[in-house]
């Protein structure tokens, strides 16, 4: 695979290899001071601007999971990325009017805040013959600006989405604010869990909260020792986002 790439395709495979056993150590040094496994944590990458050459090189090294924030960007980069020996999500936010174009191409949808959104997976994935998962995105702290579902609607939203066919709820994920001190980031994840724990305590129709999807490139371990079971990391292993 290498011999096709440029110089500088090259050079960043560099980086890529340097950062990702620095990430993935860091994980598992994460998990153990959290009493579990670095097995327990799922790392996805975030592949946003990422070259398809790179995102292949990051999965040649034993990444497993990949997530893209934009469908266009998805769908032209789709039949490069090497899915036999990765997973594809998508992890930014849906319209409606885009849901069937992914539908059948990524094995989760992280963010999932409304009705609306759900009511077209379902349908969507009921043309297919699919079952979707998804996670419930939600706003936890509370800004205006954010997508996600409010914590304190939370529980109707998932028990609405656990009747529809076609759709499975499998977590939940969370964008928190940028924070200035890890406290401030400690109390957002604190809250996510906590939240993750009381509806994983109730038996919803195609509901099982297997997965925690928080913390990004600048806070993933904080949200790991917070009880995260998945972690976005884009920045951190590809470098600086150039963005178009």
């Known amino acids: 695979m290498t011999e096709r790439l440029s110089t500088e395709q090259l050079r960043l495979c560099d980086d890529v290899r340097k950062n990702y056993y ?12 959290s009493g579990r496994a670095s097995s327990d944590i799922t790392f996805l990458a975030a592949t946003k601007t990422v070259e398809p050459e790179i995102i292949n090189y990051a999965i040649s090294l034993g990444l497993k999971k990949i997530g893209e924030n934009r469908v266009q960007e998805l769908l032209s980069k789709y039949d490069r990325y090497d899915l036999e020996n990765a997973d594809l999500q998508f992890i930014g936010h849906l319209q409606t009017n885009k849901v069937r174009q992914i539908i059948g191409k990524v094995s989760m949808i992280q963010s999932v805040d409304s009705m609306k959104l759900a009511n077209e997976i379902s349908k969507q994935s009921i043309k297919n013959g699919l079952t979707t ?16 579902v409010l914590a304190e609607n939370c529980d109707e939203l998932i028990e609405n989405i656990g009747a529809l066919e076609g759709i499975n709820v499998k977590g939940l994920m969370c964008v928190p604010p940028i ?10 994840f604190d809250n996510m869990y906590k ?10 129709d195609n509901v099982s909260m297997d997965f925690l999807s ?3 490139s600048d806070d993933y371990t904080e949200a790991i020792l917070s009880g995260a079971n998945m972690v976005r990391v884009g920045s951190r292993l590809f470098g600086a986002r150039i963005y178009r």
Do not use: H, P, W
Request: charged residues 35%.
């Open 214 to 216: 928080m913390g990004m």
């Open 195 to 204: 939240l993750f724990i009381d509806i994983s305590s109730k038996k919803y």
């Open 22 to 33: 620095e990430i993935t150590e860091n994980i598992s040094k994460a998990a153990e001071k």
């Open 179 to 188: 924070c200035d001190t890890k406290q401030e980031n400690f109390k957002f």
């Open 133 to 148: 998962d998804v996670l419930i995105e939600v706003n936890i702290g509370r800004e205006e600006n954010k997508s996600g």
